[in-house]
């Protein structure tokens, strides 16, 4: 409904509440890098791997298992269509 009246600014928030919550969006959550494939936990994920820190690292700073890291990353890796984590900093740098 804010894409049909022009309301970006209010179409970009809800976007991001939606991402936060898990979803996918639309148009308005188009970023270069297949970014908008992503949930926000997934590109948060992905900013800390590009930052260089461990999965063991980015779970206490996310407040998550290790394992729950690995599976984040196993998902954007085939989202993504990347093998590894230096392809996957690279998107995100």
């Not at 994920?45 to 290790?66: H, K, M, P, W, Y």
Request: charged share 30%; hydrophobic share 40%.
């Amino acid at each position: 409904m804010f894409r049909q009246f022009d309301a970006r600014p209010w179409a970009e928030r809800a976007a991001a509440e939606l991402r936060a919550a898990g979803d996918r969006v639309g148009p308005v959550d188009r970023e270069p890098g297949g970014r908008r494939e992503l949930t926000a936990q997934q590109t948060r994920i992905c900013e800390l791997v590009a930052q260089g820190a461990t999965n063991r690292e980015i779970a206490d700073l996310l407040l998550l298992s290790t394992r729950t890291v690995e599976y984040h990353l196993r998902n954007i890796f085939s989202r993504l269509g990347v093998r590894s984590r230096v392809e996957l900093a690279s998107l995100f740098r």
